[in-house]
């Protein structure tokens, strides 16, 4: 059973940073699939905010960009989503994903929410 579980969130002040992680347990696959990290603030749909591809290639919203940065360990298969420059409006529970082409397991989420 393929497993995602997030860590890293909370509260920050806005200009603060954060980091999530995403450990990913029972799946051989993690290293040739894409993860994705993605969020849904209230009233909003879900959307995506960064993948990485098996080869490390990056896509980010242009939301984020310059300010988020995503990694991945394959060793411990963990992604990481490294969050500077945070403001209110990036308030939202943050999911990562696994899967190609399209996400096919997801995490629980976990809520980071900013403060202005």
């Known amino acids: 059973q393929v497993q995602l579980v997030e860590s890293g969130g909370g509260l920050v002040q806005a200009g603060g940073s954060l980091r999530l992680s995403c450990a990913v347990s029972?799946?051989?696959?993690?290293?040739?699939?894409?993860m994705g990290w993605h969020r849904q603030a209230p009233g909003k749909q879900r959307e995506l905010v960064a993948t990485?591809?098996?080869?490390?290639?990056?896509n980010y919203a242009d939301s984020v960009k310059g300010r988020f940065t995503i990694s991945r360990d394959n060793a411990k298969n963990t992604v990481y989503l490294q969050m500077n420059s945070l403001k209110p409006e990036d308030t939202a529970v943050y999911y990562c994903?696994?899967?190609?082409?399209?996400?096919?397991?997801w995490g629980q989420g976990t809520q980071v929410t900013v403060s202005s």
């Open positions: 994903s696994l899967g190609d082409p399209e996400p096919v397991y």
């Open positions: 029972g799946s051989r696959f993690f290293s040739v699939n894409t």
């Open positions: 990485i591809t098996r080869s490390r290639s990056t």
